[in-house]
Antibody, heavy 117, light 109 residues
Framework: QVQLQQWGAGLLKPSETLSLTCGVY????????WAWVRQSPGKGLEWIGE???????EYNPSFNNRVTISSQPSNKQFSLSLRSVTVADTAIYYC???????????WGKGTTVTVSS | EIVLTQSPGTLSLSPGERATLSCRAS???????LSWYQQKPGQAPRLLIY???NRATGIPDRFSGGGSGTDFTLTISRLESEDFALYYC??????????FGGGTKVEIK
């Protein structure tokens, strides 16, 4: 059974850097894309970006170059870094496995990140 | 950016009834690129349908998807109690490559 387990700091101050990591269990790391999605309080889903098995990341331009997604295939992990956070970045952050056509069939449980001074 | 507009915002139905959810794209979306998710409070989204009409593993056959071009639908043939939830459509293509609709809430009437 494929599982994604995610971890990282849940409380940040404005201007700090959000860092989350997602571990992949029960699946090949090289066969899929690995994505991050967030959900702001009471709002819908927003795709942040993803990285493929060739370690090429792709990002949502709305994050204005604040995002870096990297992978560590030997550990079967991938990570999200979001710089210069503001209150607007308060959200639940999910990691997910994406197939070739980018539907996401396995999700982590989500990490609640709060940005507050 | 391809904008997905879901309607209605809220659907109030009784168990056993049929639910039809709409997802309209601002530009044509490939049939392989449209997916549907279900989300319950406090849970991550769950993939229901991919490639417009393919049920994900373990999804009951009362869920079906259809459509093409800019108009897509998710149908739940007979609502069961566990189906009352939020539903999102998602597309792949364009820039950014992945966008989600705003969601439809299916609530008990």
């Amino acid at each position: 059974q494929v599982q994604l387990q995610q971890w990282g700091a849940g409380l940040l101050k404005p201007s700090e850097t959000l860092s989350l990591t997602c571990g992949v269990y029960g699946a090949s790391f090289s066969d899929s894309y690995w994505a991050w999605v967030r959900q702001s309080p009471g709002k819908g889903l927003e795709w942040i970006g993803e990285i493929d098995h060739g370690r090429r990341p792709e990002y949502n331009p709305s994050f204005n170059n604040r995002v870096t997604i990297s992978s560590q295939p030997s550990n079967k992990q991938f990570s999200l870094s979001l710089r210069s956070v503001t209150v607007a970045d308060t959200a639940i952050y999910y990691c997910a496995r994406a197939a070739f056509f980018h539907y996401m069939d396995v999700w982590g449980k989500g990490t609640t990140v709060t940005v507050s001074s | 950016e391809i904008v997905l507009t879901q309607s209605p915002g809220t659907l109030s139905l009784s168990p056993g009834e049929r639910a039809t959810l709409s997802c309209r794209a601002s530009q044509s979306v490939g049939s392989n690129s449209l997916s549907w998710y279900q989300q319950k409070p406090g849970q991550a989204p769950r993939l229901l349908i991919y490639g417009t009409s393919n049920r994900a593993t373990g999804i009951p056959d009362r869920f079906s998807g259809g459509g093409s071009g800019t108009d897509f639908t998710l149908t739940i043939s007979r609502l069961e109690s566990e189906d009352f939830a939020l539903y999102y459509c998602q597309q792949f293509g364009g820039s950014p490559p992945v966008t989600f609709g705003g969601g439809t809430k299916v609530e008990i009437k």
